[in-house]
């Protein structure tokens, strides 16, 4: 079965910058969209961002100008460059990828920024 793992978590500095990663075991067909959700402590879980199959993005309004999501549906692959990192940007997250009959997840890769 398909699973995505991530990668490119860790520990920065406010102000610095991290590239997140998610890639599909194995290829997922018919996908029409890609993104990336995030859940901090004591908070709920948020879409951060997301890119259509058609290229289009969008972005909640506490990462407009610092973080940009890319990708490749045909090779269910998924970046998320984040700059300007902030402390309330800690959290947990996870990639997802939205297809014709499933919506798969991945396992989720800690993001922690220190002030």
């Known amino acids: 079965q398909v699973q995505l793992v991530e990668y490119g978590g860790g520990l920065v500095q406010a102000g610095g910058s991290l590239r997140l990663s998610c890639v599909a075991s194995?290829?997922?067909?018919?996908?029409?969209?890609m993104g990336w959700y995030r859940q901090a402590p004591g908070k709920q879980r948020e879409l951060v961002a997301v890119i259509t199959s058609s290229g289009s993005t969008n972005y909640a309004d506490s990462v407009k100008g610092r973080f940009a999501i890319s990708g490749d549906s045909a090779k269910s692959l998924v970046y998320m460059q984040m700059n300007s990192l902030k402390p309330e940007d800690t959290a947990v997250y996870y990639c997802?990828?939205?297809?014709?009959?499933?919506?798969?997840w991945g396992q989720g890769t800690q993001v922690t920024v220190s002030s």
């Open positions: 194995r290829s997922i067909f018919n996908i029409h969209a």
């Open positions: 997802n990828i939205g297809a014709d009959y499933r919506n798969y």
